[in-house]
């Protein structure tokens, strides 16, 4: 059978790009891509890329305080939140037109809409053309979820906060995974009074001690955090907008809603042309990346697998060097590093102190510390480095860090982790002084 392509892809994120350039570029084969929103993504465009330039900007308040403590004479006055939009808006403008450069560069055939999977092997454009390929990647990603209750058009997403008009004064942030915390201090850095509510703890499916450390961090920063709130109602008033909870009605300038995502697949025809899709829209696939449709492939937040950048280039990769390069591999999911840019960052890799302890008898490896640059400047910064240790293997299970840059930290500690790193090769490991992370192969005593 003839098709137009050897591969449609739709969705132009990070794991939809990198397959189909790979695909065309590396490998020869004919490619096209469709993108009905702007090409990169939700990282590039609306999510790690711009949040983690606002936590650049949110930090500069705090540095400028502990540069007095250091003899500068600093002050970083009013924050300008038009001029530092107007520059981020650049920032991704060029970041697209690399992406759109590198799928062009590599022979790939862009198209500016949406498309939806019309059979096995045939994609429906917006425009109407149709267009057949022998091989179909939904690569969608996934988008915020708000429930359904009254007043919940008022609300914002993730989506909204890097294209703001102007700073809220007081901002309400409902829910308790890392968007939820990363924006509370983001804001609480630029100006904004924070206020959060869950249902319950927050980060709460992180290791529980370092959670709690952040989430005192917060509070102590001036976020009013409180759990057990359920938004019942938002009403729009002349003065804001008035939330309700039980008996508890307060009024804010704007209400994020940071309650999870959920995979980008309504009205994508995926049903319609037989492919399985999970309770919460996943495409499921198996450790191919390939549906129950043979023809069909899914990557990224769409299959709901692992929700991170990296992991959907990884998967992209994989699919195109598999299906087009002859070199088939399947991408390995465990032991997956992380980071939440919380103030103080979090970096973790691998089990949580508590998910270890119900698998097998463990040993907890942890130190607590006031950072030199910290203690210098009489701040009241608290790291944490965490091991969790196999007493059986002696193999380290996860590694947890708490600490200024703790995201650059976890990387290199992931290295040990993923090769199967016992507790004695980390102490054989010399120190590198002074440092805060030379407390990862210091720590010489189990504390529980």
């Known amino acids: 059978m003839s098709f137009d392509l050897d591969l449609f892809v739709i969705g132009g994120g990070s794991g939809g790009v990198r397959a189909a350039r790979i695909a065309s570029g590396e490998h020869g084969a004919r490619v096209a891509i469709a993108e009905e929103y702007r ?9 790690c890329v711009p949040k983690k330039l606002m936590v650049y900007a949110s930090s500069f308040p705090a540095l400028a305080e502990e540069a007095r403590a250091y003899g500068w004479s600093s002050d970083v006055g009013a924050f300008d939140w038009t001029a530092f939009r107007t520059k981020l808006d650049a920032e991704l403008d060029r970041l697209e037109a690399i992406y759109r450069k590198g799928q062009v560069g590599a022979g790939v055939t862009v198209y500016d809409q949406r498309a939806t999977v019309a059979g096995p092997h045939e994609v429906a454009l917006a425009d109407g053309r149709r267009l057949s390929a022998k ?21 914002l997403t993730s989506n909204d906060m890097f294209r ?57 920063s001036g976020i009013a955090v409180e759990a057990g709130r359920v938004v019942e109602r938002i009403e729009k008033g002349p003065n804001g907008l008035s939330v309700t909870s039980g008996t508890v009605s307060e009024t804010f300038d704007a209400v994020l809603y940071a309650t999870g995502r959920m995979p980008n697949t309504e009205g994508l025809g995926l049903e319609e042309a037989g492919v399985n899709l999970a309770g919460n829209g996943a495409v499921v696939v198996d450790d191919w990346s390939q549906s129950n449709v043979p023809s069909i492939y899914a990557v990224g937040d769409v299959t709901d697998r692992i929700n991170l950048t990296p992991v959907a280039i990884r998967d992209g990769h994989a699919f195109a060097d598999t299906i087009f390069g002859g070199r088939p591999r399947a991408v390995d999911h465990e032991l997956v590093a992380s980071a939440v840019f919380t103030q103080p960052e979090f970096g973790t890799v691998g089990m949580t102190e508590d998910a270890a302890r119900a698998i097998e008898e463990i040993e907890v490896y942890a130190a607590r510390f006031r950072p030199m640059r910290s203690a210098f400047a009489g701040g009241d910064e608290r790291v944490l480095m965490k091991l969790i240790v196999s007493k059986a293997t002696r193999r380290v299970l996860g590694c947890h860090i708490v600490a200024p840059d703790a995201g650059e930290m976890i990387q290199l500690a992931a290295v040990a982790v993923k090769m199967g790193a016992t507790k004695e090769q980390f102490d054989a490991t010399c120190a590198v002084h002074p440092t805060m992370a ?10 529980r």
């Open 164 to 220: 703001l008009p102007s700073l809220p004064k007081r901002l309400l942030i409902v829910g308790g995974g890392f968007v939820a915390c990363e924006f509370a201090c983001i804001m609480k850095g630029l100006g904004v009074m924070v206020t959060v509510w869950n249902r319950s703890n927050l980060l709460r499916v992180f290791d529980r001690e370092c959670a709690e450390l952040i989430v005192n961090k917060m509070s102590e």
């Open 39 to 47: 090409m990169g993504g939700t990282c590039v465009i609306r999510g």
């Open 135 to 155: 091989h179909i990647l939904v690569a969608t990603g996934g988008r915020p979820f708000v429930p359904d209750f009254p007043g919940s058009e008022h609300v």
């Open 438 to 447: 030379e407390e990862l192969v210091t720590m010489r005593h189990p504390v």
